[in-house]
């Protein structure tokens, strides 16, 4: 009988880690939809729902609307606060 091929052990491969988030950095924007998830959130949910039942809920219910300029207001209010708040971060680095 013939004698099976020894396999040669393969190197280890190193792996590369994700870079931890900075605790110091600012929070980012919202979205008009989370804006508007905040203000409704409690109207939306009942007994027994989970977290992803609620936020299907609010989709069916976010796409059906037709006015969501006052939500779209805050959140361009939102990003202009992150993006003032990130280079000041940014300038501190």
Do not use: C
Request: proline share 4%; net charge positive; hydrophobic share 40%.
């Amino acid at each position: 009988m013939a004698k099976a091929a020894v396999a040669k052990k393969a190197t280890p491969v190193k792996k590369v880690g994700k870079k931890g988030k900075d605790p110091n950095a600012p929070k980012r924007a919202m979205s008009a939809f989370f804006f508007w998830m905040q203000d409704n959130r409690e109207r939306i949910k009942k007994p027994g729902m989970g977290v992803a039942d609620v936020a299907k809920a609010a989709g069916v219910e976010w796409g059906k609307l037709t006015d969501k300029s006052k939500w779209e207001k805050k959140a361009a209010d939102d990003k202009k606060r992150y993006e003032a708040a990130i280079a000041a971060y940014k300038k501190s680095l």
